[in-house]
């Protein structure tokens, strides 16, 4: 199985993924520290940086699937085009494909995530509060079903929903 997760920077998808990555034993492959690595390589950041670590993370996440194995991807997934790379990837791998979005209800709570949150990824910069609220204006409408979890709620309870929800879909 693919599972692609969704959110806002701060929203509180990584931990999602790296909690239910844990309980499914499943790799997850995380865009942000692929684009810093790119960083740290010498690829300028006035480069598409952004692009090449999304097409890093379906070749790996594409290399786990090879291996029967499921895998989850953390990333924005804001845009259709995202969004389509993984569909299409699912499609050549004969995978189910499942897509939880990770929401903050709180926006004094998300912003405060977001601007406390240090992940320790060499090179990496934060976006800002501005740099989030500009994309979530960019957010795509959905088209397909998905998982939305708050992660206002507990951590246990949304992994809970979650497996529900997976098992239903594979």
């Known amino acids: 199985m693919l599972i692609a997760m969704a959110g806002l920077p701060g929203a509180g998808k990584s931990s999602l993924a790296e909690e239910l990555g844990r309980t499914l034993a499943a790799p997850v492959v995380s865009v942000d520290p692929i684009e810093a690595a790119l960083w740290r ?89 501005e740099a989030v609220q500009r994309r979530r204006e960019e957010f795509a409408a959905w088209s397909e079903n998905r998982l939305t979890l708050d992660s206002m709620g507990e951590m246990s309870q949304n992994i809970a929903t979650a497996l529900e929800f997976l098992a239903t879909e594979s």
């Open 41 to 129: 390589a010498g690829v300028a950041r006035s480069q598409p940086t952004g692009l090449a670590a999304y097409v890093v993370a379906e070749t790996v996440a594409d290399g786990v699937l090879a291996l029967g194995q499921t895998v989850i991807v953390d990333a924005v997934n804001a845009v259709e085009e995202a969004r389509e790379q993984w569909r299409s990837l699912s499609s050549r791998r004969a995978v189910p494909l499942v897509f939880v979005e990770v929401v903050c209800s709180d926006p004094e709570t998300h912003r405060r995530r977001l601007e406390g949150r240090s992940r320790n990824i060499e090179g990496f910069f934060e976006p800002t509060w």
